[in-house]
């Protein structure tokens, strides 16, 4: 019982350290929404999207405490990573390069 008890409280600490990410990277960009993506065993990303197109992530442990992060930090959700929601993110040349690496002249690992 004790032990339960224990991992429940340290589910809560992590959620709430998640939300006062979530809560930073949102004033950061002039609010936020996210999307949540099941990554197996290595937990669940939170994918942030600022109101100014800017993007980030974050990786929670477990799906439940991903959704009790974002509830806590008030993020609206989407279902999917796809139309208006997508269409919201605004790369950058740093994005870009690494997406593209040296295919068109990205960073080389020279």
Same mark, same amino acid.
């Given at each position: 019982m004790a032990d339960?008890?224990?991992? %429940? $409280? #340290?589910? %809560? #600490? &992590?959620?709430? &350290?998640?939300a006062r990410e979530i809560g930073? @990277?949102? $004033?950061?960009?002039g609010g936020a929404e996210g999307q949540l993506a099941y990554l197996g065993q290595a937990g669940t990303r939170i *994918?942030? *999207?600022g109101e100014d197109g800017r993007w980030g992530d974050l990786v929670a442990p477990t799906h439940p405490i991903a959704v009790a992060a974002a509830d806590k930090a008030g993020l609206t959700l989407h =279902?999917? @990573? =796809? +139309? %208006? @929601?997508a269409a919201k993110v605004r790369t950058g040349p740093y994005e870009w390069s690494r997406?593209? +690496?040296?295919? *068109?002249g990205g960073p080389t690992d020279d």
């Open positions: 339960i008890m224990q991992s %429940e $409280r #340290r589910a %809560e #600490r &992590k959620a709430a &350290k998640l930073a @990277f949102s $004033r950061a960009h *994918v942030l *999207v =279902d999917s @990573f =796809d +139309g %208006e @929601f997406m593209a +690496g040296i295919q *068109v």
